[in-house]
């Protein structure tokens, strides 16, 4: 079944496209701080200078180079999508299986839980503490994390039930098996197919409002990053920037979104056995 | 053992969710170190004579006790803008309307346009517009606000000028009825289009995937054989469930959408609610944010109260289930 699955995946046009353009975001995230000509922040060019050959982008209102802004800017929306998507992740598994799992009064409490979490806008929630107290990046990263765990804790959940009831559950049951080594062994690696797609989802959120944040100018202003950087270049509209200052951050962001969209798609088409016949 | 029933469940589930947000808003300002004001001013740009800071440092160093904070949110006592001078209640009442003009035109088009276009589609499976239509769809959905928001701006304000950049309606500019109604057209055109574009993939994507395993049931067959006429078929026996799993994702992805139109709303400087919070986050203007981020949540949580309730007019199988 394994190997099926990754044949059809390598099959899968959006996939492929979606994993090439993965490859090469990640390197330009990895390799960002050497492929960098300049420091983001020093602000020792002359401002609003044209495109050259030693900016590549030309330098923005505050005398830093945009080439280089863009590099770092995607490292941060790209760590803050990582981040939100593991630890809601964790959390969706770790309260998913254990709900399914114990059933009775934890499961309802983590799913009355769930409902209530997942009632509340969590953009509300972030932009409120942001707006109050500033916190750093991780902290409003954990925030959100902790706050869109349910619909993953909600998928995992139904599937471990299914899995529960299987044959060979029942068998390492009948054998012996502890609860704890039936979910390690069995459960965990079971239902990896959703972990891809609750993780691909999470990262995929987080970048969409870590942009729309940075945009509504809700981080650390001189913490780099692409929606503030097109919140700053659109300011400037009007003068002759478009092409080289408010495009790139728009172009890469729109790349990177597409992305991690591309990858869940495929991924739910795949793995999603109703969805499949759909397609 | 069940110690919740569905439905109470859900309905007590916004309601305790509305109190957290309340109780948040209302005890979070009070962890911020140092008071309230000197928080708030010393970071803004605003200056404020020495009469009106002292008006404003004791309205907000009284500690009042939550019910009576809840009293003031009824009764639209919400506090006073102390960066554009003027009670809450009435920005946040002037900047409500056009968000809600906004986003409700924007859903209520790219809703019915995807249902239709999602329902057509599946019908006709495996043609050429399926391919292309899916394709570029899918597409379409990996492109944020922002960034469709900017190149229709940069494109069809900015190159061509068609359209105004800014603003809902041309000020100070005195109109007949109808050249006013044709103002505001214009100027809702661009961020309008923006929200269309964000939120007609998804609809046109969940649709078309519903309606193809919807067609494969027996009452799909039934249906046809009968000889009703295929448009009957389509929607009327076919479509119709696929309205159930559009109402779910429009509430689990409201969050979602409320960012985008926020942003939306900055890029075109739309007046609604999200400029607003925009200007208000610009100037620290606590208060306001506050006022605007809690007026925004309970609203969410309504139309999502709403949601559940239609669910049972929508599908009559939900309200037997309860």
């Avoid at chain 1, 050259?52 to 830093?64: E, F, I, K, T, Y």
């Avoid at chain 1, 972030?126 to 869109?148: D, E, Q």
């Avoid at chain 1, 987080?206 to 692409?226: H, N, Q």
């Amino acid at each position: 079944m394994h190997i099926d699955v990754r044949r059809e995946l390598a099959r899968d046009p959006w996939f492929v496209t979606g994993m090439g353009l993965a490859l090469l975001l990640g390197l330009l995230v990895l390799l960002g701080p050497m492929l960098a000509p300049h420091d983001p922040h020093d602000m020792s060019f002359r401002p609003l200078s044209p495109p050259s050959a030693v900016h590549w982008l030309g330098v923005n209102d505050g005398g830093m180079d945009i080439f280089s802004e863009l590099l770092y800017g995607i490292r941060n929306t790209v760590g803050f999508g990582l981040l939100t998507g593991i630890v809601a992740l964790f959390f969706g598994v770790a309260v998913g299986l254990a709900a399914a799992w114990f059933g009775g009064l934890l499961d309802q409490i983590m799913m009355r839980l769930g409902d209530i979490l997942l009632a509340i806008p969590a953009i509300m929630i972030l932009i409120l503490t942001a707006a109050l107290f500033r916190p750093s990046p991780v902290m409003l990263a954990l925030i959100l994390a902790i706050m869109s765990w349910p619909t993953t804790a909600k998928a995992i959940r139904s599937q471990a039930l299914v899995v529960k009831n299987r044959l060979h559950i029942q068998a390492s049951r009948q054998m012996g098996a502890s609860g704890c080594y039936i979910i390690v062994r069995h459960l965990v690696p079971e239902l990896f197919p959703l972990y891809l797609i609750g993780f691909a989802t999470k990262a995929r959120m987080a970048m969409f409002m870590e942009a729309s944040l940075a945009f509504l100018g809700l981080f650390d202003p001189s913490r780099k990053s692409l929606g503030l950087m097109i919140g700053y270049a659109l300011k400037y509209y009007y003068l002759h920037i478009w092409w080289n200052w408010i495009i790139p951050p728009v172009f890469l962001l729109t790349l990177l979104i597409m992305t991690v969209t591309f990858l869940a798609v495929s991924l739910e088409k795949v793995f999603d056995p109703r969805l499949k016949e759909a397609w | 053992m069940k110690v919740f029933s569905r439905r109470n469940g859900t309905v007590s589930a916004y309601i305790l969710a509305a109190l957290i947000m309340i109780y948040l808003s209302y005890s979070l300002p009070a962890f911020l170190p140092g008071d309230f004001v000197t928080a708030m001013y010393s970071s803004s740009h605003v200056t404020l004579t020495a009469d009106q800071e002292a008006q404003i440092r004791a309205f907000y160093n009284q500690r009042e006790g939550f019910i009576r904070y809840l009293g003031n949110l009824f009764t639209l006592n919400w506090g006073y803008s102390y960066a554009f001078l003027t009670p809450i209640s009435d920005l946040i009442l002037h900047a409500l309307p056009w968000t809600l003009l906004l986003v409700g035109i924007a859903h209520m088009i790219s809703m019915v346009l995807g249902f239709i276009a999602g329902v057509e589609v599946a019908w006709r499976r495996g043609g050429y517009w399926e391919k292309i239509g899916v394709g570029s769809m899918t597409i379409m959905e990996g492109v944020p606000e922002i960034g469709s928001g900017v190149i229709l701006l940069l494109i069809f304000a900015l190159y061509l000028g068609w359209f105004p950049a800014s603003g809902a309606e041309t000020a100070y500019a005195r109109h007949s009825a109808g050249e006013w109604a044709w103002d505001l057209l214009r100027h809702l055109t661009l961020p309008l289009s923006t929200l269309i574009l964000a939120y007609f993939p998804g609809n046109f994507l969940l649709t078309r995937g519903s309606m193809v395993m919807v067609l494969k049931e027996q009452f799909v067959q039934t249906a046809r054989a009968k000889g009703l006429p295929t448009i009957r078929v389509r929607y009327v026996h076919a479509a119709r469930n696929v309205l159930l799993p559009m109402a779910t994702r429009f509430g689990l992805r409201i969050a979602f959408m409320v960012t985008g139109a926020l942003v939306v709303e900055t890029i075109y400087s739309y007046p609604g609610l999200g400029t607003l919070l925009f200007n208000a986050i610009g100037m620290r203007d606590l208060p306001l944010i506050q006022g605007i981020v809690l007026l925004s949540s309970l609203i969410i949580l309504l139309v999502n109260l709403a949601l559940d309730y239609l669910y049972g007019w929508i599908d009559p199988r939900v309200k037997h289930a309860y």
